[in-house]
């Protein structure tokens, strides 16, 4: 699957090489529905269909790498073909490709098409499709996609709601990613601004992990707490970053200056128990429980990016790819400047077989630790398997 900044055939390209007379037929016959070259849709169809089975037929079951034809007309946007596929041949909508489990409608969110994503839903698109743990807000909120995201708000899809397999809601992915407009989007549909994810992260902890003064006083205004909970103190946390526009917000809503940053020497001790205790288990190879106690170190001090990276280990060991990927971003967030974050990063994008991600990753890893030999091995690897 390419990257959604780059389209299908130039992906094909960098894969197969610039010859498509050598490409396989599946191939270049996405590459005409891509373009909207119907007649050579026709054409590639008719010499692949050695069964006689028919156009239709076809059209709907060849594909390459997993990806058919009305999904490609779908990363591209392209309308006529879109509707000689859909309307013309009855290609079934809601079919999802079966390299990632992405429906035709989550294709048109990640490349951004709008007009395509409106005709999917009045030939009866799901809103609901689950795709591997993402819904389509989801998918807009992490793009960064504001007017798909109000088109979707506007057909009923939720803000504050978690899908399968995903710790995370589609506000916290606009607080994560920094899109204020969005995130307003999302607030002004009464989404909870306080609402906890399970290591109880809020969105204004995250604005502020991520120095986003502009989701801050969002989520302010929207009522977030801003005298945080447990160990947690924003203004603190807003001053130790220096952020001054942030402190300002914080004060002017009502945070109170007097209250003592919880991270003492008590504090400072809980989260190294924390962390030995999550090492030994490590060591033991109970993974599981050394997650819970790097969570629990975690609710102490949601800035270390230490235990984002070893936490992110635990989840690989446990098989949970998107967790492992989500806490090595954290990681990298917080310590942009740590070889470290990359490699494991780099790890888990391996894991979920993004091998293009993981490449560019891993090659930022390298240039930051040069000498590191584990980081150059992984590279070689994703490098064969790419």
């Keep these: 699957m390419p990257r959604h900044d780059m389209s299908l055939p130039d992906a094909f390209k960098l894969v197969l090489g610039k010859d498509q007379d050598k490409w396989p037929p599946e191939a270049t016959l996405l590459v005409a529905a891509h373009y909207g070259d119907i007649r050579r849709l026709k054409e590639i169809a008719k010499s692949i269909d ?14 390459f790498i997993g990806i058919y034809a009305l999904h490609s007309v779908c990363d591209s946007g ?33 490349y951004g098409n709008l007009p395509t994503l409106r005709f999917l839903f009045d030939h009866g698109a799901s809103l609901h499709g689950q795709h591997k743990g993402l819904s389509l807000l989801h998918a807009a909120a992490e793009g960064g996609r504001p007017e798909i995201a109000k088109f979707l708000l506007s057909r009923g899809a939720r803000a504050d709601v978690e899908v399968e397999s995903a710790p995370f809601t589609p506000l916290f992915l606009a607080t994560y990613r920094g899109y204020a407009s969005i995130l307003k989007m999302f607030l002004e549909q009464n989404a909870d601004p306080n609402v906890c994810m399970n290591d109880q992260t809020t969105p204004l902890n ?46 002017e809503a009502g945070a109170n200056p007097n209250v003592p940053d919880k991270d003492d020497d008590f504090v400072k001790k809980k989260k190294s128990e924390l ?11 109970d993974y599981l429980k050394a997650s819970v106690f790097y969570t629990q170190a975690l609710k102490v001090d ?34 942009p400047k740590w070889a470290k974050a990359y490699y494991r990063k780099g790890v888990a994008l391996m894991f979920l077989k993004d091998y293009d991600s993981a490449y560019d990753t891993l090659s930022r890893g390298l240039e930051l630790d040069p000498e590191s030999e584990e980081m150059e091995e992984l590279l070689w690897e994703v490098m064969e398997l790419k």
């Design 78 to 110: 392209d309308m006529y073909a879109l509707q000689y596929l859909v309307e013309d041949l009855n290609m079934d909508v809601n079919k999802p490709d079966t390299m990632r489990g992405f429906t035709p409608a989550m294709h048109a969110v990640l």
């Design 275 to 285: 962390k030995r205790q999550g090492a030994d288990a490590f060591r033991n190879e």
């Design 50 to 63: 050695v069964e006689g089975k028919g156009l239709q037929e076809t059209l709907a079951n060849a594909n």
């Design 302 to 335: 949601q800035f270390d990016a230490t235990l984002f990276s070893n936490r992110s280990i635990c989840w690989l060991r446990l098989g949970d790819g998107k967790k492992a990927l989500y806490d090595a971003m954290e990681c990298k967030n917080l310590r």
């Design 206 to 251: 995250m604005a502020l992990r991520h120095s986003s003064v502009a989701c801050l006083k969002l989520l302010v205004q929207a009522g977030a707490d801003v005298n945080g909970f447990g160990f947690y103190n924003p203004l603190a946390r807003a001053a130790e970053k220096g952020l001054t526009e942030a402190i300002k917000c914080l004060l």
